[in-house]
């Protein structure tokens, strides 16, 4: 499968409505502590918090681009990291039994 310019230039529109193009998080996520790229089929984001629950980081495991698939994998991935990015340094209060 191939990536079209067409299908390309939607999925980064749709990036860009997410704000996936903020520079700090795109810094903050450019260090290959936090973004690992493996060809597996299994992806994720995950936070971690310090002993008083306050978010103090970010990691992701996605898939090599190497088709749409994958780059919507990404994209999707990416959205849920800067949704987390935005509450780095924020205590967490949702209720864990339910998350």
Do not use: C
């Amino acid at each position: 499968m191939t990536i079209n310019n067409n299908y390309w230039q939607e999925e980064f529109n749709k990036a860009l409505e997410e704000n996936i193009n903020d520079v700090e998080l795109l810094n903050f996520l450019n260090n290959p502590e936090r973004v690992k790229r493996y060809s597996i089929e299994q992806w994720g984001v995950w936070t971690k918090y310090d002993e008083n629950g306050v978010l103090v980081d970010i990691r992701m495991l996605v898939p090599e681009i190497v088709d749409e698939l994958t780059l919507r994998i990404n994209l999707h991935k990416y959205k849920h990291a800067y949704e987390y990015y935005q509450k780095i340094g924020t205590p967490y209060k949702g209720d864990i039994e339910k998350s």
